[in-house]
């Protein structure tokens, strides 16, 4: 059982404060039926929780790590916690005994990706790596052997990753990695790259920010790429070719979660603001405000946006009107991780506690005058000298700034909908590539208002 239960009488919102760990709760991540899920903290532990259960419970605690924890992962009944202490560590979750340190990196973990067979890792000391799963077979003094891939290129550390598997690939010649899987990572060196899984080659590299890259997210399909930047945009990127899309503009500080839901994109970033987008336009069509400090992370779940801010609170929006309906208040600390299951939801903080709180109802709350839907808000006019100001005053303190920031794998999150009956495949630009920082342009055609565009999409959600 969690230490430090309480409830809130207020609204009944706080179910349960478990106050487990030592230090703050910097990443969460759930197993795949939901029913457990494994936070990582400052004080080198991760723990696994129930939440199926009436209270939560903690059913064990995984201790090795000689640093904090930056990464979680689960994968059946497998544990994956990324760290500080440049280690990777699997985890028995029925019994909490390590059973594999992967070491290779030199320099803190900063995200993984788990998938049945392999565990995808970046890090600080420049790389990202791919690692066997299965270790198994794997003879003392021969650990490092484990690592199959090391992808080496970036100037500077390396810190989202997005693993996009080949489809409906047969391993008849008995292959380790299928040709045609991609990883992409984004750095602090101001680009995002394309790596082949199967060689370990760099296939496409993604430039045009200014700023490092904070945050990515892809499309449903895989085909399209979402990059966040130090340098307060927003940018889309064909994958297969290294194009640019759009650039979309308008937080006026780091943007630093991304959170891409059909064809609507939403944000947060450290100018305390929360923002929705037609990725197919590039506009910002809904702003979602009251935030006091930075919004960290953020889950978009049955219409509502979910935000977890620096100033300790969860906030429910309405993600159609952009109307407030729920505040969560009684974190002492940031709000670095957030999960939903079912009716709760699952905040980690840096007061160093677990919480949960009530999400029942909240499409029936309105907690602010709900007025008609606002029109369609474009990005703000930004010159590239404006840009280059904003850069050139972040990039000192910007290494020490992605550091900190949470994402379980990420932040860097697809929400995989019925996707609307009238979406129509991309159709590739005609021409040669123009320059790495011109926008492709969109066929001339009779479309729909991003206003119609966001209706439609909350309509189907």
Excluded at 59 to 77: C, F, K, Q, W
Excluded at 168 to 188: Q, R, V
Excluded at 310 to 328: F, N, Q
Aim: hydrophobic letters at 35%; proline letters at 3%.
């Amino acid at each position: 059982m969690g230490n430090g239960n309480s409830n809130n009488s207020k609204a009944s919102l706080l179910k349960e404060t478990l106050g487990d760990h030592d230090e703050s709760v910097n990443c969460m991540a759930l197993s795949d039926d939901m029913s457990m899920l494994v936070t990582g903290s400052e004080d080198a532990t991760a723990r696994m929780w129930s939440t199926h259960t009436p209270e939560t419970e903690c059913l064990g605690v995984l201790r090795g790590h000689s640093s904090y924890i930056n990464a979680v992962a689960i994968m059946d009944t497998i544990v994956i916690t990324g760290s500080a202490d440049s280690t990777i560590r699997k985890w028995c979750m029925t019994t909490c005994e390590c059973l594999f340190v992967y070491e290779g990196h030199s320099a803190r973990i900063q995200r993984l990706i788990v998938t049945e067979d392999f565990i995808f890792s970046s890090s600080y000391d420049r790389t990202a790596k791919a690692w066997r799963l299965d270790t198994e077979g794997i003879r003392e003094g021969m650990e490092e052997t484990a690592c199959i891939r090391t992808f080496k290129g970036h100037a500077r550390g390396v810190y989202p990753i997005i693993f996009i598997p080949t489809e409906d690939f047969d391993l008849t010649d008995g292959a380790t990695i299928n040709p045609g899987d991609t990883l992409l990572t984004g750095s602090a060196d101001h680009t995002a790259r394309s790596w082949s899984c199967d060689t370990g080659g760099c296939l496409k590299i993604f430039k045009g920010h200014t700023g490092g890259i904070t945050c990515m997210s892809t499309d449903a399909s895989g085909k399209i790429l979402y990059t966040g930047s130090a340098d307060n945009s927003i940018r889309s990127w064909n994958i297969a070719t290294g194009q640019i899309i759009k650039i979309m503009e308008g937080h006026e500080k780091v943007v630093l979660c991304l959170v891409v839901a059909n064809r609507l994109m939403y944000s947060g970033g450290s100018d305390n603001t929360a923002r929705c987008w037609v990725t197919e336009f590039g506009d910002c069509t809904r702003h979602y405000k009251g935030h006091k400090q930075a919004v960290i992370c953020m889950k978009f779940s049955k219409g509502i946006l979910f935000t977890g801010c620096g100033d300790g609170e969860i906030r429910a929006y309405d993600a159609k009107s952009g109307a407030l309906r729920r505040t969560y208040p009684g974190h002492e600390g940031a709000v670095n991780c957030l999960a939903i299951v079912g009716d709760k939801v699952f905040s980690g903080s840096s007061d160093a506690t677990m919480r949960v709180w009530d999400a029942k109802d909240i499409s029936e709350e309105l907690l602010v005058d709900e007025a008609p839907p606002p029109p369609p808000v474009l990005g703000d006019d930004i010159t590239l000298g404006d840009s280059v100001s904003m850069i050139n005053e972040q990039d000192e303190a910007m290494e020490e700034h992605i550091e900190n920031l949470d994402d379980g794998p990420v932040g860097d999150e697809v929400i995989d909908e019925e996707a609307d009956a009238q979406d129509k495949p991309e159709e590739e630009a005609e021409g040669k590539n123009e320059a790495d920082d011109q926008p492709e342009q969109a066929e001339d055609k009779e479309e729909d208002s991003p206003e119609d565009m966001i209706e439609q999409e909350m309509a189907s959600v």
